[in-house]
Antibody, heavy 122, light 110 residues
Framework: QVQLVQSGAEVKKPGASVKVSCMASGYTFTSYYMHWVRQAPGQGLEWMGIINPSTGTTSYAQKFQGRVSMTGDTSTTTVYMELSSLRSEDTAVYYC???????????????WGQGTLVTVSS | QSVLTQPPSASGTPGQRVTISCSGSSSNIGSNTVNWYQQLPGTAPKLLIYSNNQRPSGVPDRFSGSKSGTSASLAISGLQSKDEADYYCAAWDDSLNAWVFGRGTKLTVL
């Protein structure tokens, strides 16, 4: 079955960087784009960007431009999201989610990883 | 402030039917399909409805979605206690070139 397994929780100091991994299994890794979405404590979902694991092409939400980097490793079927210059407001659960395109238009996210809690605190 | 507007809360008694609205604009819901995600307490979001009104395999037909103009709705009939969760609508926004979500609606089964 399709599975996305993410790395464990992280605690970082303000100004540091964090790199979260998402290992995919159960499907052809290079055939589906991957999204990253975050959720601050008690808050809603926020889209961060998307990566094409086959080519490495990325597209980031404007809010994260210059601070986020998404990469992929086809040999380990793993995508990574690195966020730099961390501040307290970046404390959140970070999710990866597979992009499913529909032939006739439309797309959605399915499935989602289990989430990785990143805590930014001095 | 989210681009898509949802009520913060909704409630109903077991067996009832509840609806959750999601209001957007011409650049998102008005021109793209809407998806709904269910997030049970302490878990990751799960796809509930895609392409406005399609149910993934395994999602009961008690859940249904609809879209009209720049608004969408999620309906849950035969409410059960296990439906207590947060529900999020989502759509691609052509102006922002980004996926946008509602702030989520917390459903309580009384």
């Amino acid at each position: 079955q399709v599975q996305l397994v993410q790395s464990g929780a992280e605690v970082k100091k303000p100004g540091a960087s964090v790199k979260v991994s998402c290992m995919a299994s159960g499907y052809t890794f290079t055939s589906y784009y991957m999204h990253w979405v975050r959720q601050a404590p008690g808050q809603g979902l926020e889209w961060m960007g998307i990566i094409n694991p086959s080519t490495g092409t990325t597209s980031y939400a404007q809010k994260f431009q210059g601070r986020v980097s998404m990469t992929g490793d086809t040999s380990t079927t793993t995508v990574y999201m690195e966020l730099s210059s961390l501040r307290s407001e970046d404390t959140a659960v970070y999710y990866c989610a597979r992009h499913i395109p529909a032939g006739g238009g439309g797309s959605w996210f399915d499935p989602w990883g289990q989430g990785t809690l990143v805590t930014v605190s001095s | 402030q989210s681009v898509l507007t949802q009520p913060p809360s909704a409630s109903g008694t077991p067996g009832q039917r509840v609806t959750i609205s999601c209001s957007g604009s011409s650049s998102n819901i008005g021109s793209n399909t809407v998806n709904w995600y269910q997030q049970l307490p302490g878990t990751a979001p799960k796809l509930l409805i895609y392409s406005n009104n399609q149910r993934p395999s395994g999602v009961p037909d008690r859940f249904s979605g609809s879209k009209s103009g720049t608004s969408a709705s999620l309906a849950i009939s035969g409410l059960q206690s296990k439906d207590e969760a947060d529900y999020y609508c989502a759509a691609w926004d052509d102006s922002l070139n980004a996926w946008v979500f509602g702030r989520g609606t917390k459903l309580t089964v009384l």
